[in-house]
């Protein structure tokens, strides 16, 4: 059974500061890493597309790096603002076209 | 542009009914997936289609099935409903398959088995 497994759960954060999560997934038959936020009561909004090891990838003050031998992708936020607070979700796409979420890392910004 | 709608928006059901849910991509997508979230879980995948094809399928019991049509909209259904099928479905839609494509999700339908 394909495990793919988000931490921590939820984290706070002052206004300013940076942090980081991950996300972990299976080291086998890896096709893609996709990671989402989503925010309370809207959709969830895609963030990054990866698929190569080593891939980093920068939207704004968000960054995600990947590392498929490993089985791991981390999450950067810099300098987190109140909207950046959101439910983080990172999906795993096997080569059988299969695609399972983790459950999520909540960030939550306080002013 | 008009983003990835679904219908209905909520829907409540009794048990052994049957549901229809429906979603419209966007313009120009040919993938839609369909995934089930319940309260403090990640969104589960159940389908997706590209190309009016089944390209993936999650673990789901066959009284959940779904289609694509040629004007790539899709629907899915869901026989012989249960209490525990209560929960939010979304439909996302990306230009071609998940390999290498960002998905936009719809506002969901929430369905609720009584």
């Not at chain 2, 983003?3 to 229809?20: A, E, M, N, W, Y």
């Not at chain 2, 995934?35 to 995948?45: S, T």
Request: hydrophobic share 30%; with cysteine.
């Amino acid at each position: 059974i394909l495990n793919v497994e988000q931490s921590p759960q939820s984290l706070h954060v002052q206004e300013g500061d940076s942090t980081n999560f991950t996300c972990s997934f299976p080291s086998s038959n890896f096709y893609a890493l996709h990671w989402y936020r989503w925010e309370t009561a809207k959709s969830p909004e895609a963030l990054f597309v990866m698929t190569l090891n080593g891939d980093e990838k920068k939207k704004g003050r968000i960054s995600a790096t990947l590392n498929t031998k490993e089985g791991y992708s981390y999450l950067y936020i810099k300098g987190s603002q109140p909207e950046d607070s959101a439910t983080y979700l990172c999906a795993f796409l096997d080569s059988w076209g299969k695609l399972q979420f983790g459950a999520g890392t909540q960030v939550v910004v306080t002013p | 542009d008009a983003g990835v709608t679904q219908s209905p928006t909520h829907l409540i059901k009794t048990r052994g009914q049957h549901v229809t849910l429906r979603c419209s991509p966007i313009s120009g997508h040919k993938s839609v997936s369909w995934y089930q979230q319940v309260l403090g879980q990640g969104p589960q995948f159940i389908f997706q289609y590209y190309e009016k094809e089944e390209r993936g399928r999650g673990n789901f019991p066959d009284r959940f099935s779904a289609r694509q049509f040629p004007n790539y909209s899709s629907e899915l259904n869901v026989n012989a409903l249960l209490l525990g099928d209560s929960a939010l479905y979304l439909c996302a839609s990306s230009l071609f398959g998940l390999q290498s494509n960002e998905q936009f999700f719809g506002p969901g339908t929430r369905l609720t088995v009584l």
